[in-house]
């Protein structure tokens, strides 16, 4: 294992053991789930006295903060040695330990870029009615070295966003979604498999923002494999790190069973609207000063000037300005203004813009 990645599997073990196995520097995101040291010493009860599910495992009982600030600063150590100078980490916590975290995590060298509020949309109430309800998590979003190009695909969060203007709306850093309920929640004999899974929304939105199809993620707190079954769907690879073997079976089955997408519906990268002056065509031999372009409504001319500007009657300007006083509203002059082809056919100057581009990488 330490000459190859045990890409798509499940690593059954220690986590700081494992991880030391990795070769350096060798995958692309890491998102942790980490105890959250909630030093529960109690059952809890609800007000008719039945017994509340809560998280009481044993992965979860530190002797002290000591202690898990220790063991925390060990995992995120080792995290950090596996990730790429261009990778990311994101961790999520509640209030018991991530603010903990958050100082390991700017000690050790991490630059955080975000932290990020889920907040939950069906919330487990607060039994007692002794403080407020907790109806948040947070995650902390970091690369591993501050200034390195990372991965963040903007556009596809702002398509997440269904917003119905024509460049979409910034993702904002508060998440409504809710718990894992209903289907999604793993069962065993009618028993929560894990009692932290976390909701296939949340990991969807993580790894869709910061990776790319066919990027490694490594969760290092595997549990019932939410991370691994996300990463599948989308054509991400996942290398998984469990230390309990009942995890392990469950995750693995639960895996099994996810059908991976279509490959040519997952590269959601966009590049930049490439941006061609109407004088580079003119440069590039293209078209000519003086040259004839015909507007697409009626039977109107223009005239090509030397700096990129035409000439309509009276008027002159840019071919959307030109376009626009035709027309009376907001034009594109790429695909309302025709010239003359050889064959003497009239075209959209929009295609030589295009046979500008493919000739001319720069562009």
């Known amino acids: 294992m330490k000459h190859r990645l045990p890409l798509d599997q499940i690593l059954h073990g220690d986590c700081l053991s494992l991880l030391a ?7 692309d995101l890491v998102f942790a789930d980490p105890p959250y040291n909630l030093q529960l010493r109690n059952d809890l009860y609800r007000p008719n006295r039945t017994k509340v599910d809560a ?44 603010y903990r975290v958050g100082a390991i995590i700017q000690d050790l060298g991490f630059w955080i870029l975000n932290d990020v509020v889920w ?18 998590e947070t995650l902390i979003w970091a690369q591993k070295k501050k200034g390195a190009k990372y991965t963040f695909n903007h556009h596809a969060m702002k398509t997440l966003n269904d917003d119905s203007r024509e460049n979409g709306l910034q993702m904002r ?10 289907k999604e929640r793993i069962r065993v004999n009618g028993a929560k498999a894990h ?36 990463a599948k769907k989308l054509g991400r690879h996942f290398i998984g790190i469990e230390r309990d073997k009942k995890y392990v ?50 039977n109107i001319k223009a005239k090509v000037l030397a700096n990129g500007h035409i000439k309509c009657k009276n008027e002159v300007g840019s ?18 203004w025709l010239y ?24």
């Not at 607060?126 to 109806?135: L, M």
């Not at 850093?173 to 718990?179: A, E």
Request: avoid cysteine; aromatic fraction near 10%.
């Open 249 to 298: 079976a469950v995750a693995q089955k639960r895996i099994d069973a996810v059908q991976p997408s279509d490959a040519s519906s997952l590269n959601v990268a966009t590049r930049k609207p490439v941006r061609v002056p109407f004088g580079a065509l003119l440069e590039h031999g293209l078209l000519v000063p003086g040259q004839t372009l015909y507007f697409a409504q009626g």
């Open 119 to 136: 907040i939950k949309s069906n919330p487990m109430p607060n039994f007692r009615g002794v403080r407020f309800t907790n109806a948040h």
């Open 340 to 363: 003359e082809d050889k064959d003497g056919s009239k075209k959209p100057i929009n295609l030589l813009r295009t046979i500008l581009i493919k000739s001319h990488p720069p562009f």
């Open 195 to 230: 009692s932290t899974q976390k909701p296939e929304a949340l990991l969807y939105r993580i790894l869709l923002a910061s990776t790319q199809p066919g990027d490694v993620v490594l969760d290092p707190f595997f549990g019932s494999g939410t991370t691994g079954a996300v």
């Open 319 to 336: 071919i959307h300005a030109i376009a626009k006083s035709l027309t009376g509203a907001p034009a594109n002059g790429w695909d309302l």
């Open 21 to 27: 196995e990795l070769p350096e520097k060798s995958v």
């Open 55 to 98: 998280v009481d495992d044993g992965w979860d009982k530190f002797a002290d903060f000591k202690e898990y600030d220790e063991f925390t600063r060990n995992w995120l150590g080792a995290v950090r040695r596996v990730l790429k100078d261009s990778g990311t980490l994101w961790v999520i916590g509640t209030y018991h330990n991530i």
């Open 173 to 182: 850093s508060d998440w409504y979604l809710p718990l894992a309920a209903g």
